[in-house]
C-alpha cells in the first residue's frame, strides 16, 4: 500500500510493503444473454447452410430414372441408324432380340472394326442388355461386352418395317431373317416402370443404307 507523509514541507511516497488485491470483474447478466443469443443465431446460420447443401447433393447426386430411358433410347437409336451391309454379318432379329453389323472400337486390333452388336431383353430379369462384339471375338466366339442399358422393364418387343413385293405394301414383321438385306426401319415398344408408375413407349428407327437395297414402288397419279 502507498502513502504519502510530510517532511520538512515535502511529501513522500512510502509503501508500506503490502499490495491491494482488486477482485475481478465478471460478465453481466445482460452481457451473458448477449452472447448466448448471438452463439444462437451463428449455430441456426452453420445448420441452414449445411442442411441446404446436404439436400443439393442428394438432389444432384440421386439417380434420375427418366435419364436412364433417354441414354437407352439415343444409344439404341444411333446403333440401328449406323448399321451397313457386310459380307459375314447379317440383320437378324426377332421379338426380344435383334442383331446387326457396326463399325466399333476394337481392343484387341486397337483400331476400328467391323463387328456385331445386339440388343435383347431378359423378361425374367426385366432388363434390356446391349452387347457388342468386334470381328476377332466374332470369329473366337468370344462373349464381347455386354452391358445391361436399362432396368425395370415390364415389356420390350422388336418389329420390322419392309416392303412385301407380293402385297405390294409396306407393313411390320415380328422377325428378321433375310440375311442379304436390312429392314426399312426397326420399332420398339416397351413397358418401363419408372418406380411410380408403368409407362408404354414406342420409338421407330429409320435405316438410311436400306434404302439403297430395295426398288422403290413407283405408283402413278
Known amino acids: ?94 421379338q426380344y432380340s435383334l442383331e446387326f453389323a457396326a463399325l466399333l472400337n476394337s481392343p484387341a486390333l486397337h483400331s476400328l472394326s467391323p463387328g456385331k452388336v445386339s440388343y435383347f431383353f431378359d423378361r425374367e430379369q426385366g432388363v434390356l442388355f446391349r452387347r457388342q462384339r468386334d470381328i476377332s471375338q466374332l470369329y473366337t466366339r468370344g462373349e464381347g461386352q455386354v452391358v445391361a442399358l ?36 426397326v420399332r420398339i415398344e416397351m413397358q418401363w416402370d419408372n418406380g411410380s408408375q408403368i409407362n408404354e413407349f414406342r420409338r421407330t428407327v429409320g435405316i438410311p443404307v436400306s434404302e439403297q437395297l430395295y426398288e422403290i414402288p413407283v405408283t402413278a397419279d
Not at 11 to 35: D, K
Not at 76 to 83: I, K, L, Q
Not at 160 to 166: I, L
Request: aromatic letters at 16%; glycine letters at 4%; a positive charge.
Open 150 to 185: 436399362l432396368h425395370n422393364v415390364k415389356d420390350a418387343r422388336f418389329t420390322y418395317y419392309y416392303y412385301d413385293k407380293e402385297e405390294k405394301e409396306y407393313s411390320w414383321n415380328n422377325i428378321w431373317t433375310e440375311e442379304k438385306k436390312l429392314p426399312r426401319a
Open 1 to 94: 500500500m502507498l502513502f504519502m507523509k510530510r517532511e520538512n514541507n515535502m511529501y513522500r511516497v512510502q509503501s508500506t510493503g503490502r499490495s491491494v488485491h482488486r477482485p475481478a470483474r465478471g460478465f453481466t447478466l445482460i452481457e451473458m444473454l448477449i452472447v448466448c443469443s448471438l452463439m444462437a443465431l451463428i449455430s441456426i446460420g452453420i445448420y441452414a447452410i449445411f442442411n441446404n447443401g446436404l439436400r443439393i447433393y442428394k438432389r444432384v447426386s440421386q439417380a434420375v430414372p427418366e435419364e436412364d430411358l433417354a441414354i437407352f433410347f439415343d444409344k439404341f437409336a444411333y446403333d440401328v441408324r449406323n448399321t451397313f451391309t457386310y459380307s459375314t454379318l447379317s440383320f437378324s432379329g426377332d
